[in-house]
């Protein structure tokens, strides 16, 4: 089993900067890609980036040149540094892999629990 845990929520003035993390445990034997989600309230879950085994990277527009998903493969941790926040980034935020585990023969997804980020003065 793996499991995935977020970390770095909080409560942040607009403007302000936070950096999330998310550390990967378990019986892992390669992880394919990590994502960051949102999910703002009253609202769907929205991805908002994604790194690749590869480091290539993907980021949702509303996002893009605030945020910065970056990855440590030795720690197999994920962060998301989050810039010039506003208000509407609002949201929990998620933590999600496709995991391969040893004795697997094929990626699995897996979720955390989310960390709350509040921007607000």
């Known amino acids: 089993q793996v499991q995935l845990v977020e970390s770095g929520g909080g409560l942040v003035q607009p403007g302000g900067s936070l950096t999330l993390s998310c550390a990967a445990s378990g019986s892992i034997f390669n992880i394919n890609a990590t994502s960051w989600y949102r999910q703002r309230p009253g609202k769907q879950r929205d991805l908002v980036a994604t790194?690749?085994?590869?480091?290539?990277?993907n980021y949702a527009d509303a996002v893009k040149g605030r945020f910065t998903i970056s990855g440590d493969n030795t720690k197999y941790t994920v962060y998301l540094q989050m810039n010039s926040l506003e208000p509407e980034d609002t949201a929990v935020y998620y933590c999600n892999a496709d995991v391969v585990g040893w004795g697997d023969y094929a990626f699995k997804n897996y979720w955390g629990e989310g960390t709350q980020v509040t921007v607000s003065s």
């Open positions: 790194i690749f085994s590869d480091s290539s990277t």
